[in-house]
């Protein structure tokens, strides 16, 4: 058996360690490198928040409180110093609920939003309340798209005051998102919505989802006031999830769901679509969290509900 001397001993060793530091270090490199190349982008969303600007009152119900737009500002604020990439989204239903809306009409509504720095919103059933007429006013007020792909608003006083779609770059990311309005016949009275038209949302979507595509984004996402789930064929989040061809998140509203998680399903293409609604009134906040890299697009990180603590 060969034998190895004091001085062969300590060289190979020194070549063991050496080759073992090297590709330490190699791989710190690597590390080092996917970590920079890695992008993260915070998805902050409400639903169906109905005119409410200040918390529950203190009045021993459960809700008490809770909500306002002073506390959500507050929280919003602190998660945009924490986190680099951040999209604030509405999936709407702003008005209607409280005084305010009855006074005022959604100016303050809308106000706050902007002073929130909403990136956009889609259009609930609720919000043509006062008319076509009121909510194109209100508007004015807004520092945010209106986003939805299937009302026609031509010839009413809505008309080029919302497009479908936006996309929005952060960090190098580009994120398309749009927005789907629940059917309006039977739901709002015809005075109110006049001679908006109420196109499939499932084609629509599918044709804004094809374009957005091609034009290179990298996630996409539907504001979506269709209502998450129906006992009967009525078109639903659910619906709209599986037979679509790649929304990666749809941000619903209308049923007032609070979910602990967002829902999964398979979409027509056989990819993951996630589905997720912080029921109503402010109460909650919602925030999903994605990663992006080079070579592995997008990761869904995780999700959670942020309680909205209001100030008395």
């Given at each position: 058996m060969p034998t190895i001397d004091r001085r062969g001993f300590l060289w190979q060793s020194g070549m063991a360690g050496g080759a073992l530091m090297a590709s330490s270090l190699v791989g710190s490199d690597v590390f080092a490198a996917e970590a920079a190349e890695k992008t993260t982008l915070t998805i902050l969303h409400t639903n169906d928040v109905h005119s409410r600007l200040e918390p529950f009152p203190m009045d021993g119900g459960k809700n008490a409180g809770m909500g306002g737009v002073a506390a959500r500002a507050a929280i919003i604020e602190q998660i945009r110093a924490e986190a680099e990439h951040v999209l604030l989204l509405d999936a709407g239903d702003i008005f209607q609920g409280t005084p305010y809306f009855n006074i005022y009409k959604g100016e303050p509504e809308i106000k706050a939003m902007s002073m929130m720095g909403y990136?956009?919103?889609?259009?609930?059933?609720?919000?043509?309340?006062?008319?076509?007429?009121?909510?194109?006013?209100?508007?004015?007020?807004?520092?945010?798209?209106?986003?939805?792909?299937?009302?026609?608003?031509?010839?009413?006083?809505?008309?080029?005051?919302?497009?479908?779609?936006?996309?929005?770059?952060?960090?190098?990311?580009?994120?398309?998102?749009?927005?789907?309005?629940?059917?309006?016949?039977?739901?709002v009275p015809e005075q109110l919505y006049g001679n908006t038209v109420y196109k499939d949302p499932i084609a629509c979507a599918n044709t804004t989802i094809d374009f957005l595509k091609r034009h290179g984004c990298d996630l996409i996402i539907c504001l979506s006031h269709l209502g998450d789930k129906y006992d009967d064929n009525k078109v639903s989040d659910e619906v709209?999830?599986?037979?679509?061809?790649?929304?990666?998140?749809?941000?619903?509203?209308?049923?007032h769901r609070f979910f602990p998680m967002p829902l999964k399903y398979t979409n027509k293409i056989g990819g993951d679509t996630l589905v997720n609604q912080v029921g109503w009134a402010g109460l909650q906040l919602g925030r999903l969290d994605y990663s992006f890299t080079k070579k592995n697009k997008k990761n869904f990180l995780k999700a959670n509900t942020v309680l909205i603590e209001g100030k008395t």
């Amino acid at each position: 058996m060969p034998t190895i001397d004091r001085r062969g001993f300590l060289w190979q060793s020194g070549m063991a360690g050496g080759a073992l530091m090297a590709s330490s270090l190699v791989g710190s490199d690597v590390f080092a490198a996917e970590a920079a190349e890695k992008t993260t982008l915070t998805i902050l969303h409400t639903n169906d928040v109905h005119s409410r600007l200040e918390p529950f009152p203190m009045d021993g119900g459960k809700n008490a409180g809770m909500g306002g737009v002073a506390a959500r500002a507050a929280i919003i604020e602190q998660i945009r110093a924490e986190a680099e990439h951040v999209l604030l989204l509405d999936a709407g239903d702003i008005f209607q609920g409280t005084p305010y809306f009855n006074i005022y009409k959604g100016e303050p509504e809308i106000k706050a939003m902007s002073m929130m720095g909403y990136d956009a919103c889609t259009i609930g059933n609720h919000d043509f309340d006062a008319g076509l007429e009121n909510f194109a006013l209100q508007l004015k007020h807004a520092t945010f798209p209106v986003l939805v792909c299937n009302y026609d608003f031509a010839n009413t006083p809505m008309e080029n005051k919302s497009t479908p779609f936006k996309i929005f770059e952060k960090g190098g990311i580009k994120i398309g998102v749009f927005g789907v309005g629940i059917e309006l016949k039977g739901l709002v009275p015809e005075q109110l919505y006049g001679n908006t038209v109420y196109k499939d949302p499932i084609a629509c979507a599918n044709t804004t989802i094809d374009f957005l595509k091609r034009h290179g984004c990298d996630l996409i996402i539907c504001l979506s006031h269709l209502g998450d789930k129906y006992d009967d064929n009525k078109v639903s989040d659910e619906v709209l999830a599986k037979e679509t061809e790649g929304i990666d998140l749809i941000i619903g509203g209308h049923t007032h769901r609070f979910f602990p998680m967002p829902l999964k399903y398979t979409n027509k293409i056989g990819g993951d679509t996630l589905v997720n609604q912080v029921g109503w009134a402010g109460l909650q906040l919602g925030r999903l969290d994605y990663s992006f890299t080079k070579k592995n697009k997008k990761n869904f990180l995780k999700a959670n509900t942020v309680l909205i603590e209001g100030k008395t």
